[in-house]
């Protein structure tokens, strides 16, 4: 059972518009979710986070909305730049799990020049 | 530089014989953690630990032991048992206790034949 579904594969942008990544979960006991960016053959980096108390929070040209009610968050980037081609997971810990991260199973952007 | 180390970067191995992902980190952290991702799949968890001779089992742990005598190293063994050995396996490392971001390695891609 996916709690955390990224239901997009793929996503393709032109430079300097505007990027969303959707990420939709089921377990309302999730808190705080994270998104990582992921080059092929290697690591995830860290992106952004947010806590369920909170609907926005913004980090230079990346921007997570959270809709709790929706169950739903969604990650902004503007401008998209070529560099941003990559695959974004989205995760989510719930308290009580040892902060345990599940994990979507991404987004690969591409962004177009 | 402060970091995750993970090696060897490919490797390749024989059906039946067991492996030994090797990976090591300068953060001080305490909580170290072990993940498989496959081909347009997320991040599994396989093991994690949270503090040195302790771990537990993730998500997918059959077939995989892991051991953590020391705090800056959480090797990850892949047996015999393990059905799907092949894949791309990935160590990170937080801070205990909250919810702070996970910090990966740069994966070791394991091929068995």
Same mark, same amino acid.
């Given at each position: 059972?996916?709690?955390?579904?990224?239901?997009?594969?793929?996503?393709?942008?032109?430079?300097?518009?505007?990027?969303?990544?959707?990420?939709?979960?089921?377990?309302?006991?999730?808190?705080?979710?994270?998104?990582?960016?992921?080059?092929?053959?290697?690591?995830?980096?860290?992106?952004?986070?947010?806590?369920?108390?909170?609907?926005?929070?913004?980090?230079?040209?990346?921007?997570?909305?959270?809709?709790?009610?929706?169950?739903?968050?969604?990650?902004?980037?503007?401008?998209?730049?070529?560099?941003?081609?990559?695959?974004?997971?989205?995760?989510?810990?719930?308290?009580?799990?040892?902060?345990?991260?599940?994990?979507?199973?991404?987004?690969?952007?591409?962004?177009?020049? | 530089?402060?970091?995750?180390?993970?090696?060897?970067?490919?490797?390749?191995?024989?059906?039946?014989?067991?492996?030994?992902?090797?990976?090591?980190?300068?953060?001080?952290?305490?909580?170290?953690?072990?993940?498989?991702?496959?081909?347009?799949?997320?991040?599994?968890?396989?093991?994690?630990?949270?503090?040195?001779?302790?771990?537990?089992?993730?998500?997918?742990?059959?077939?995989?032991?892991?051991?953590?005598?020391?705090?800056?190293?959480?090797?990850?063994?892949? !047996?015999?048992?393990?059905?799907?050995?092949?894949?791309?396996?990935?160590?990170?490392?937080?801070?205990?206790?909250?919810?702070?971001?996970?910090?990966?390695?740069?994966? !070791?891609?394991? !091929?068995?034949?």
């Amino acid at each position: 059972d996916q709690q955390v579904k990224q239901n997009s594969p793929s996503l393709s942008v032109q430079e300097g518009r505007i990027s969303i990544l959707n990420c939709d979960y089921t377990n309302s006991m999730f808190d705080y979710f994270l998104w990582y960016k992921k080059y092929p053959a290697e690591g995830p980096t860290f992106l952004i986070s947010i806590s369920s108390i909170k609907d926005k929070n913004e980090d230079g040209r990346f921007t997570v909305f959270l809709n709790k009610s929706a169950k739903h968050l969604s990650l902004h980037i503007v401008p998209s730049q070529p560099g941003d081609s990559a695959v974004y997971f989205c995760a989510a810990i719930r308290a009580g799990s040892n902060y345990k991260l599940t994990f979507g199973k991404g987004t690969l952007l591409t962004v177009n020049p | 530089d402060g970091g995750i180390t993970q090696s060897p970067k490919y490797l390749f191995r024989k059906e039946g014989q067991n492996v030994t992902l090797s990976c090591e980190q300068n953060l001080n952290h305490d909580a170290m953690y072990w993940y498989r991702q496959d081909p347009g799949q997320g991040l599994r968890l396989i093991y994690y630990s949270q503090i040195v001779n302790d771990f537990q089992k993730g998500d997918i742990a059959e077939g995989y032991s892991v051991s953590r005598e020391k705090k800056e190293s959480f090797p990850l063994t892949v !047996t015999s048992a393990q059905k799907n050995p092949t894949a791309f396996y990935l160590c990170a490392s937080s801070l205990r206790g909250g919810y702070n971001e996970q910090f990966f390695g740069p994966g !070791t891609r394991l !091929t068995v034949l």
